[in-house]
């Protein structure tokens, strides 16, 4: 509850900042309607980048608040013989930006814009409900809130009951070329857009 947060986080003065690695591109997320003062993610989850892309949003309040750190060549007009950091959030950019890995990168994000996260929110949650009801109807027990769909999202967790059951479950699916990830002594599937109906019952069938 985004909203919640920033309400207490104003109440008691403080920057409301979001890690948003596991939302952005799959969750609508709107920064001013949530109130969130800094917004943060790498863009090689759900954002269809590569490692080493990511982006650091400040609002305006937040970037007259928080003084840079680390002085970078691109953060300032002049960083050879006066420091003068610029005005807007290009004073946070402290280190070498990997030009290729963004370009590269402009793909992914075109395509995420074309599609519309709120078409990919509406098609991951549609893809997440048939493993929830395919895994409760097997009997495996679902470690992620399942009931309402505003604490939903595309990560499900679940669980055969012990820590030899889910890596020996992990294991057999790697061998059949059904990518899951086998995390904290449990297992979690995270079907994106593109993941069509016939994966969702290979996975299935497969367990």
């Not at 890995?101 to 995420?112: C, E, R, S």
């Not at 599609?115 to 470690?143: A, C, M, Q, S, W």
């Amino acid at each position: 509850d985004l909203k919640r947060l920033s309400q207490i986080a104003k109440k008691h003065k403080a920057l409301f900042l979001v890690d948003g690695i596991q939302a952005a591109g799959a969750v609508p997320i709107d920064v001013e309607a949530d109130g969130i003062d800094i917004l943060s993610s790498a863009g090689f989850k759900w954002l269809l980048g590569l490692p080493g892309t990511g982006f650091l949003y400040i609002n305006k309040d937040a970037q007259n608040k928080i003084k840079p750190l680390l002085p970078g060549m691109f953060a300032a007009e002049n960083s050879f013989t006066q420091l003068k950091f610029y005005d807007d959030a290009r004073r946070f950019e402290t280190g070498t930006i990997p030009y290729s890995l963004f370009h590269a990168w402009t793909a992914g994000l075109d395509l995420l814009e074309e599609i519309g996260i709120e078409n990919i929110h509406k098609r991951v949650l549609y893809l997440t409900d048939l493993l929830i009801e395919g895994l409760k109807e097997k009997g495996y027990e679902l470690l992620t809130p399942t009931e309402k769909e505003e604490e939903r999202s595309a990560i499900l967790v679940f669980s055969l009951g012990s820590r030899q059951k889910n890596k020996e479950l992990y294991k057999s699916l790697l061998a059949k070329n059904i990518i899951i990830t086998y995390r904290g002594d449990s297992l979690r599937v995270s079907p994106s857009f593109y993941n069509t109906e016939a994966d969702i019952e290979t996975f299935l069938q497969a367990i």
